[in-house]
């Protein structure tokens, strides 16, 4: 029974590790850039690994499928909020999280509507690619310093604006797709009540 939960127990383990992330992000120094880019580098692999045992395993959960997404969101809003809070020259500009957390409420909020009419829209090859590109922006934004000649707040500014354009495309791409399905097939997609 255990085994069968185990992909959630890593989910909830990655909302877990958001206080530690916040915490270390409270200090602006050095030591505390490389402790929080780990803690997000474990989070996004515990990512990477539950979905590979719900697929591997076939051991999928109506939880887990809820969960996992919001677990996503969750430590990537939770680092980019406090990117903004900390004293770092050069910061990450305001508006551009702004934009990229609210393009994921409404995202989430859409797909909300969309289950409530009986529609499951999965994520496509876009999203994928934005949250590839969001997960090495922030990666590079909380290491922040230069590391082995590379300067990471460059190299994470690079990756969050590919991200952004990817993420605002996909955005009005899901908008659209969800709503075209909503106005072509309403009576067809909707559940019955149990």
């Known amino acids: 029974m255990l085994l069968r939960q185990l992909p959630n127990l890593i989910t909830v383990f990655r909302i877990a590790l958001i206080p530690v992330l916040v915490w270390f992000l409270y200090d602006p120094g050095r ?22 045992l719900a697929r ?6 109506t939880f887990g499928k809820l969960l996992d997404p919001v677990a996503d969101k969750m430590i990537v809003a939770a680092a980019l909020i406090m990117l903004l809070t900390i004293h770092r020259e050069p910061a990450v500009p305001g508006w551009i999280v702004v934009v990229i957390i609210g393009r994921e409420l409404a995202v989430t909020g859409l797909r909300a509507v969309a289950l409530s009419h009986g529609v499951i829209v999965a994520a496509d090859e876009l999203g994928k690619y934005k ?6 922006a922030v990666q590079g934004l909380l290491l922040h310093y230069d590391f082995l000649g590379i300067d990471f707040h ?4 690079y ?9 605002i495309w996909s955005g009005i791409d899901y908008f659209i797709r969800v709503i075209h399905i909503l106005r072509e097939h309403p009576g067809a997609l909707r559940v019955p009540p149990p």
């Not at 949250?131 to 090495?136: A, D, E, K, R």
């Not at 460059?154 to 500014?157: D, K, L, N």
């Not at 990756?159 to 993420?167: A, D, E, N, P, Q």
């Open 31 to 52: 030591g505390a850039a490389i402790a929080a880019a780990l803690t997000f580098h474990l989070a996004c692999w515990s990512d990477l690994l539950d979905g590979y």
């Open 56 to 61: 591997r395993w076939d051991i999928s959960t």
């Open 131 to 136: 949250t590839g590109f969001q997960m090495l």
């Open 154 to 157: 460059v190299a994470g500014m």
């Open 159 to 167: 990756f969050l604006w590919i991200s952004l354009v990817i993420g």
